[in-house]
């Protein structure tokens, strides 16, 4: 079945260092990747996406690049901001079968501090 | 901007006590969906519905559960007889259409469910 992986978290950063939270995933045929922000008291929002391998999905200066070799749709952005801070999920859902369900990894909470 | 609205944030209720949770999806939307996140787990998917019927549900979604679209603008999950293990913050999306590939789900902030 499908399934993600997340860097476990908690990761806490100093405002501006580089933010890496890593993302594998196991699924058949071609996917579509997610990352899902969920912000204190909020709803999952949708950061950014890539539906196909090789694409780069990039939204408020974070990016991530669908890897197929690697199975892998690592999270990053060069400079965080205390803004940043929430929990971070990455999903994926078939090409096949349902439509409608994502898979999701477990979340890392992210922390920056001024 | 549209947002999905859950009523309500938190409830707290004793093990054997029906729970209903209520959603409002985007009104536009024809798909919609609970999940639930166990603390400490993965979100997990429950239910999607379309057309006043459920499409699909998962493994978790067993007799005790069920969902309604009882008019025009909400869309609610009932446990008949909750458990311990129900405790989960309960999350509602919708989505537009079932474009293959991109299909974009907006989310509630979450019900807190706590059973005592």
């Known amino acids: 079945g499908n399934s993600v992986t997340q860097m476990e978290g908690p990761v806490t950063l100093s405002e501006e260092a580089f933010l890496t939270i890593n993302c594998t995933y196991t699924a058949t045929g071609y996917p579509s990747l997610f990352w899902y922000v969920q912000y204190p008291g909020e709803g999952l929002q949708l950061l950014l996406k890539a539906t196909k391998a090789d694409d780069k999905g990039s939204n408020k200066g974070f990016e991530a690049t669908y890897r197929k070799e690697t199975t892998s749709f690592h999270l990053e952005k060069g400079s965080v901001q205390v803004s940043d801070s929430a929990v971070y999920f990455c999903?994926?859902?078939?090409?096949?079968?349902?439509?409608?369900?994502?898979?999701f990894g477990k979340g890392t909470l992210l922390t920056v501090n001024p | 901007e549209p947002e999905v609205t859950q009523t309500p944030s938190h409830q707290v209720t004793q093990m054997g006590q029906e729970v209903i949770l209520r959603c409002v999806p985007i009104?536009?939307?024809?798909?919609f969906y609970w999940y639930r996140q166990i603390l400490g787990q993965k979100v997990e998917f429950l239910v999607s519905f379309y057309n006043n019927e459920i499409s699909e549900k998962s493994e978790i979604f067993d007799d005790q559960f069920s969902v309604e679209r009882p008019d025009g603008s909400n869309f609610t999950l009932k446990i008949r007889s909750t458990k311990l293990e129900d405790s989960a913050m309960y999350f509602c999306?919708?989505?537009?259409?079932?474009?293959?590939?991109?299909?974009?789900?907006?989310f509630g902030a979450g019900s807190r469910l706590t059973v005592l």
């Open positions: 999903a994926l859902r078939s090409s096949g079968g349902s439509n409608y369900k994502l898979t």
């Open positions: 999306a919708s989505s537009e259409g079932r474009q293959s590939g991109a299909n974009v789900l907006t």
């Open positions: 009104s536009n939307h024809l798909y």
